[in-house]
Nanobody
Framework: QVQLVESGGGLVQPGGSLRLSCAAS????????MGWYRQAPGKERELVAR???????IYADSVKGRFTISRDSAKNTRYLQMNSLKAEDTAVYYC?????????WGQGTQVTVSS
């Protein structure tokens, strides 16, 4: 079984930064892609950023230039560096991974941007 453990959420003022981490553990043979989704109250879950096994990245238009996804393959961990945070970035952020041809979700971490 594979597990995803997220960390790094919290409360930050507008313009501030946070870094989220997602660590995968268990019987891992191949991580095809990992990324982050978010869901704000009353809204649908949306893709924030994703990185593939080949290193290709994709970002939501709303976070381009502010968020950066990266990886530490040796640790099976992906990071989401979030800069210049805005109130509209407030949401629960979920790690998502395609591992061993199956899809997994983390438990979610709250990010609140407020003064």
């Amino acid at each position: 079984q594979v597990q995803l453990v997220e960390s790094g959420g919290g409360l930050v003022q507008p313009g501030g930064s946070l870094r989220l981490s997602c660590a995968a553990s268990g019987r891992i043979f191949s991580i095809n892609a990992m990324g982050w989704y978010r869901q704000a109250p009353g809204k649908e879950r949306e893709l924030v950023a994703r990185i593939t096994i080949g290193g290709s990245t994709i970002y939501a238009d709303s976070v381009k230039g502010r968020f950066t996804i990266s990886r530490d393959s040796a640790k099976n961990t992906r990071y989401l560096q979030m800069n210049s945070l805005k109130a509209e970035d407030t949401a629960v952020y979920y790690c998502n991974a395609r591992i061993n041809d199956a899809t997994y979700w983390g438990q979610g971490t709250q990010v609140t941007v407020s003064s």
